[in-house]
C-alpha cells in the first residue's frame, strides 16, 4: 500500500505506550490500521475496506497497547 498519498482518518497517542493510526487510501480503497509501539516499533497492521471495522480494530488496538503498557486507557 505505498502508491498514491494516505489520508488521515484518525489519529491516537497513549502518552508511554505507543499510537494507533488509521488511514485511508483512495488508491487501493483500503482503510489501514496501525499500531506503534514506543520508539515506532510496528506491532500490528490490518487492512480492510471497512470504515467501521476499521475503527473497531483502531480500538482493540490501542486496549492491547494500553493494557501491554500497564496504562489505563
Same mark, same amino acid.
Given at each position: 500500500m505505498t502508491a498514491g498519498r494516505l489520508r488521515l482518518v484518525q489519529l491516537v497517542r497513549l502518552a508511554g505506550a505507543g499510537l494507533v493510526r488509521v488511514t485511508w487510501s483512495p488508491t487501493w480503497s483500503e482503510y489501514q $490500521?496501525? %499500531?506503534t509501539g514506543p520508539g515506532g516499533r510496528? $506491532? *500490528?497492521e490490518y487492512f480492510t475496506d471497512d470504515r467501521a471495522d476499521a475503527l473497531g480494530t483502531a480500538? *482493540?488496538?490501542l486496549a492491547e497497547l494500553a493494557a501491554a503498557a500497564g $496504562?489505563? %486507557?
Open positions: $490500521v496501525r %499500531a510496528l $506491532v *500490528a480500538d *482493540a488496538m $496504562v489505563p %486507557a
